[in-house]
């Protein structure tokens, strides 16, 4: 479950800096001959967003195989109960 909520939470976030960072009128940043003194949007903001989401898919994944090695070793996922086994 905090695997799944830190995901959601991630996509939250995600989604309110795309909310805030949208402006209407703006045209993609493709120089084109036949549109001149438009405006564009920034590619930077949408390249940090897309950073960001390969980040987040890449620690969720990360955080599932460390689950899966855990419960190898464990035959439960509560953490109190793993803390539990494992303090000398």
Do not use: H
């Amino acid at each position: 479950m905090k695997i799944v909520s830190m995901d959601v939470m991630s996509t939250g976030v995600i989604a309110y800096y795309v909310l805030i960072a949208s402006r209407v009128g703006l045209f993609t940043p493709i120089f084109d001959k036949a549109k001149n003194n438009v405006a564009y949007a920034d590619p930077v903001p949408q390249s940090v967003i897309l950073t960001a989401i390969v980040i987040g898919f890449s620690i969720q994944a990360l955080m599932l195989v460390g689950v899966m090695k855990l419960s190898r070793d464990n035959p439960t996922l509560e953490t109190n109960e793993i803390e539990k086994n494992n303090t000398p």
